[in-house]
Each structure stands twice: as C-alpha cells, then as structure tokens.
C-alpha cells in the first residue's frame, strides 16, 4: 500500500490550482506552452517607441495565462527591472479600485529595489520611506522599535493593504481628487530605479481578470487614464469576458495603441467536430496536455486508453485539466486507504466518471433555466442569440462557454457542461 500511497500522494502535490511561479516549480513542471504569446508579448516590449507601453492580457480563467507571465518576467529579467506580482497578494480582492492597484505599483517598486539592492542615495530612499509611512499612517516610533528585529517596511505595508480596510480606505480619500500626485511619486521611484540600473521597467500584474465583472469595468473604463499614466511599461490581466464589451474593447484599444494579446485554450477540435460521435481530438494540443500530465503523474498510474479523454473532458483549458486530474487522485487516495491490500487501484475510466460526475455538480449548482437556453444556443450555432448579453458574459467568465478562434471567433459549450445539457433534453 505505502509506495501506491506515495505514489498518488506526489500526484496529488503536483496538482495543486496554483500558478507555477517560482523558478523551481517552472523547472519541474513548466511545459512549453504558449510560445507565440509570450513572442507576442516580448515584441510589444521590446519594439515599443517608448519606454512606457502598457499591454492588456487576457484569456480563460485558468488557461495558464500566470505561469506563462511567470516565464516571460523570468526571460525578460536580465534586460529589464522586472515587478512580477498578483493584485490578490496585496489587496483584498472585493475592495480593489486603480488608487491601491497605482499604491501596490509603488510598493512593490520599492520592495524590488531593496531586493536586488539597487544603489539609491540615502537622502532620496529616506524620502520615500517617509512618504510610504505617512500614507500607510505608520508611527515613527512603531518603526524605530521594530528595526532592531530586523523591520522589514515594505513587508509590513503588504499586510497593512491586504487586512486594514481603514488603510486602503484612508489612501483612496488621499488621492482620490489628486491622483497625479500618487503617479508622481511612481515615476520619481521609477525614475531612481532606472538610474541605479541602467534597465527599462516592466510591471506585470497578475489577477486583475479575477476581479468580478463590475470592478473590472470601473477600473478599466472609468479610470484607465489614470492607471496608464506610469512612465513605464505595464502588462494588465483583464478578464475574456470583458472584451466583449463593445465600448470597454473601443476605450482599451485606444488607450493602448491596440496592444491587447490574448492566450487562447487549446483547441482540441475544430469548430463542429467534438459534436461528432466518436470524434478524436486534434495531436498536437493533445500531445502537449499529455505532457502536462506526464510531469505530475506517474505513467503506471493510469489505465490504458484514460488520458485522451481526460484532456477531451478538460476543453483544452488548463485548469481544468489539472481540477479533473486533481480529482480523480482524491477517488484514488481514498481506495487505497478503504482497500489497503488493493493494488491494482490506477486511474480508469471508472473514476474519471465520478469526476466526472462531481465537478459537473459543482458546475450545476449556479446556473438556472435562462442560462441552459444560452448554452443551447451557443452549443447549436456555435454563438449566443447575443454575445453582449449579461448572462452570457457570465457564463463565459465562468467558464461555462469556451471561446476559440480559426479564422473566425466561435464559441462551445463546456465539454463538462454538455452532460448537463444532455441530461436536462435540450440537446
């Protein structure tokens, strides 16, 4: 029992919903994904006119658009100042608004510095520690008691931001009618740092696609004169959903020189083809989710015939991949403890069915009667009635639709979702 036990415990460890970020976790499980977006992404930096372009990136909740920015800030590294960092780690994510996303910008400016000890006069550092005190309301005296326990500023602002409410409150009323001040200070911290290293800065800000829909509107639409006025390159996420948004896409491409890169899904199938029985999923991103798979589960435990319709049942989205994967290693763990004599517990199409099963229930629970008639008219036309409709953007960012592109934009049903649709006889 211990060494299947071991086995699927290890499986288990790599299947965590988490972004691969660190370079150990890209060296160990990082497969070649996405390559002609982060091309796509080096060449809008790179060839900018300026040294201040700001890049949207979007894609599907869990396409894997985090571990692709974690690489391209890892490649980008050597020639540019590189602030990799998720909004959520920083602010709460239901009190996000662009004054703390500018705040957590100049933050974690200062926290790099510090960290590659990049050669800033004493005077000018001392200036924005007292500037960075008096917005967070830090007493003197709290901080001269801690700095023999080896204080560290920029750590205790984080978690400030992230739990006080009152301070992320007290910093939106400081510069909600003087916002040019906040993105002064930015770029004069912007300004030292390029000057102690000779290299171009580039933020990227993960998370900001999770924020739910309605932030993200009031972000973007409203204040994204505000949010682009950094001189600097900034890399956004946006969610998928939002650039359907006539007006919000107008006011983005404009604002960005049409600087919008988007991470598709893995197109499994061409437009129609998974709706034919006994359809077989196209090799190339098949082979590359199998990889996927290969680095975080043992070949023997899986039965023969298994891993293609995993990767079917996924859509192509990583995340889903990796949720299904994650369960069906939960069914096995707990066989194997019921059953510890057992060795022949693998992965077959048995317990993929019960996972079937239990990530089609988590995916029943929210949607109602308007919302199955949407996705039969977007699993029969391979569009909605109306892709600006609330609900449908919904369903979207809830990953419910998958969005795909050939030469045309098309739309398909959730391979998980399609079950539902099955059952209830709409299809």
């Known amino acids: 029992m211990s060494s299947l036990l071991e086995s699927f415990q290890e499986a288990y460890r790599n299947l965590e919903l988490l972004p691969l970020i660190t370079e150990k976790e890209l060296n160990a499980l990082r497969v070649e994904y996405g390559r002609d977006t982060i091309e796509e992404l080096e060449q809008l930096v790179e060839d900018s006119p300026s040294r201040n372009s700001k890049i949207i990136f979007s894609g599907h909740r869990g396409c894997g658009k985090s571990t692709l920015l974690a690489e391209f800030s890892r490649k980008l590294k050597p020639r540019y100042f590189v602030v990799f960092f998720s909004i959520s780690d920083l602010i709460e994510m239901s009190d996000v608004n662009h004054i703390n996303i500018l705040f957590a910008i100049a933050v974690k400016l200062m926290e790099e510095a510090e960290a590659e000890q990049v ?4 005077s000018i550092k001392n200036q924005f520690y007292q500037w960075f005190k008096k917005q967070t309301k830090i007493e003197i005296e709290e901080v001269s ?12 602002i984080k978690g400030r931001l992230k739990a006080d409410a009152k301070v992320r409150m007290e910093i939106k009323e400081e510069f909600a009618r003087k916002i040019s001040e906040l993105v002064a200070r930015i770029n004069e911290i912007a300004a030292v740092i390029y000057q102690g290293t000779n290299r171009e800065i580039l933020v990227i800000i993960d998370d ?9 509107r009031e972000v973007y639409h409203a204040h994204i004169k505000a949010l682009f006025q950094p001189n600097f390159h900034i890399v956004f996420t946006i969610p998928i959903s939002v650039l359907r948004d006539v007006n919000l896409k107008a006011v983005l491409i404009t604002e960005t020189n049409d ?20 359809a077989r999923p196209n090799a190339q991103p098949t082979a590359t989710l199998q990889e996927i798979i290969d680095r975080r589960i043992a070949a023997e435990l899986f039965a023969s015939d298994v891993k293609e319709q995993l990767i079917v049942y996924s859509g192509g989205v990583l995340r889903e991949l990796i949720r299904l994967s994650n369960e069906c290693c939960r069914i096995c763990l ?15 199409k048995d317990i993929l069915e019960q996972a079937i099963v239990k990530l089609r229930i988590d995916f029943s629970v929210p949607i109602g009667k308007a919302d199955y008639e949407i996705l039969k008219q977007t699993y029969t036309n391979f569009q909605p009635d109306d892709p600006q409709e609330q ?9 419910y639709v998958l969005e795909y592109k050939n030469s045309v934009l098309w739309y398909d049903v959730h391979p998980l979702v399609v079950g539902l649709l099955e059952q209830r006889g709409v299809i």
Not at 259 to 278: C, M, W, Y
Not at 334 to 348: E, G, H, V, Y
């Open 391 to 399: 609900r449908f953007l919904d369903l979207l960012h809830g990953l």
């Open 119 to 122: 050669k800033i006069k004493e």
């Open 334 to 348: 707990r066989l194997i403890r019921r059953n510890p004599s057992d060795r022949d517990i693998k992965i077959d």
């Open 208 to 216: 900001l696609d999770k924020l739910d829909l309605a932030v993200v």
């Open 259 to 278: 600087q919008i890169v988007t991470l598709p899904v893995a197109k499994l199938f061409d437009r129609g083809t998974s709706h034919q029985e006994n």
């Open 145 to 156: 008691a801690e700095l023999s326990g080896g204080f560290n500023l920029f750590e205790w």
